[in-house]
């Protein structure tokens, strides 16, 4: 088995794991009569300690070794989730959450992720690099999805005599079987996937950061943008808007995500033809106008179009970017490159959501919409005019 198929393989594990524990830990911790504050402090140990991994990851990825970080990661979130499945006291779980970087966003958005991204270009030439990014991204989706869907698996327990409770925390077990099984995949790395380039590792050149810290500061646009924009909000959109059922707008969220799956093949091809700058300004523009459009649909079946349209288009720039910048910078510091675009967007999507939900109540229920419309293409304006010229090796 190549490089390649154990990355993907990997993140497909993971992605399944984490789509799974999203719809969960909330649940779970509940059912053990945890208070919200209390959920809301595991959940925030968790991504504290998925934080501080992926700024470890960043600056020391490297010398620590790509493959000897993918084994401890799989480890440490193996025992978080045997943590989840096994302790009770709010401390305990959030001492584990937090050692064991417990994911409870639903989506992977962890410090393996930036290792695999620098891992991923080494394994193919600059023509497939785009191709292998969307291979990887709609296999993450599929398996974000396939997660949700594995949660049902406590309800039916349940309906077959399992005590309900013990049945959630069990599914935690499943949790951290699926992570570290990781390990021995990141055993299995090619000395490759260490730089991915032959020779000794050097600094980040002063060059390759500029370029980074140009690109990670309209990616914080684009982040805060997409925090205002976010599932719950949405959500919470529709529900106000149109009144429709929870099972209705489930329905349209499980469409958008193969849309978005879908659309990651889609902008590989494209970008074959336009160039990966092109691709991910020319299909975010139009995504963005149709967001904005929803807010002056007359029912629920024409926002519903409008933003189905959206979906398909508006993830065609994540394998896009992430092939770009990998593209732009050398192998030895596509690391760096990848943790610090990645602590950007992480960080821009914990912002928002506070003032969303505060516009949405002090101002108008579509103001997230038109907010998080307008920076969206304002950053796709401010990228193609910054990096238009700057051109990955296959454009050359």
């Given at each position: 088995m190549n490089d390649r198929r154990l990355l993907y393989t990997a993140a497909f594990l993971r992605a399944l794991a984490t789509g799974m524990a999203g719809v969960l830990l909330g649940l779970t911790l509940a059912r053990l009569g945890f208070s919200a504050a209390a959920i809301g402090a595991v959940l925030s140990a968790g991504l504290a300690g998925a934080t501080l991994a992926l700024v470890l990851v960043t600056w020391a990825g490297d010398r620590l070794g790509r493959r000897r970080c993918l084994l401890w990661l799989s480890l440490l979130g193996a025992a978080g989730g045997?943590?989840?499945?096994l302790v009770s006291g709010p401390l305990v779980m959030a001492a584990a959450a937090f050692v064991g970087t417990l994911n409870g966003m639903g989506r992977d958005r962890g410090a393996a992720l930036v290792l695999e991204q620098a891992i991923l270009p080494a394994t193919t030439d600059d023509a497939g690099r785009t191709h292998a990014f969307a291979r990887y991204n709609l296999l993450t989706d599929i398996g974000h999805a396939l997660g949700a869907l594995l949660a049902a698996t406590p309800t039916l327990l349940a309906a077959m005599g399992v005590d309900e409770t013990q049945a959630?925390?069990?599914?935690?077990?499943?949790?951290?079987?699926?992570?570290?099984?990781?390990?021995?995949?990141?055993?299995?790395?090619?000395?490759?996937?260490?730089?991915g380039a032959d020779g000794p590792r050097r600094p980040v050149s002063p060059e390759s950061k500029k370029i980074v810290w140009k690109i990670s500061g309209l990616f914080a646009i684009d982040s805060i943008a997409g925090g205002f924009l976010g599932t719950a909000l949405l959500s919470y959109y529709f529900f106000e808007r149109f009144a429709v059922s929870a099972a209705l707008i489930g329905g349209l969220f499980f469409a958008a995500r193969v849309l978005n799956a879908l659309s990651h093949l889609g902008a590989a091809w494209l970008?074959?033809?336009?160039?990966?700058?092109?691709?991910?300004?020319?299909?975010?523009?139009?995504?963005?106008?149709?967001?904005?459009?929803?807010?002056f649909a007359p029912n629920f079946w024409v926002a519903a179009i409008l933003f189905l349209l959206r979906e398909g288009l508006v993830e065609m720039d994540v394998p896009t970017r992430q092939s770009y910048v990998m593209a732009v910078v050398g192998p030895e510091e596509r690391t760096f490159a990848s943790g610090v675009t990645h602590l950007v967007r992480v960080g821009g999507w914990a912002v928002?959501?506070?003032?969303?939900?505060?516009?949405?109540?002090?101002?108008?229920?579509a103001a997230p919409l038109f907010i998080g419309a307008g920076m969206k293409i304002a950053y796709d304006l401010l990228l193609w005019r910054a990096f238009r010229r700057i051109k990955p090796p296959e454009e050359r």
């Open positions: 045997i943590g989840a499945a959630y925390r069990a599914m935690f077990l499943l949790y951290a079987l699926l992570l570290s099984a990781g390990a021995p995949l990141a055993l299995k790395l090619s000395p490759t996937a260490e730089t970008a074959a033809r336009i160039g990966l700058v092109n691709t991910m300004v020319f299909t975010h523009i139009p995504s963005s106008v149709l967001l904005a459009s929803v807010a928002a959501p506070t003032f969303a939900g505060w516009l949405m109540q002090a101002a108008s229920l």
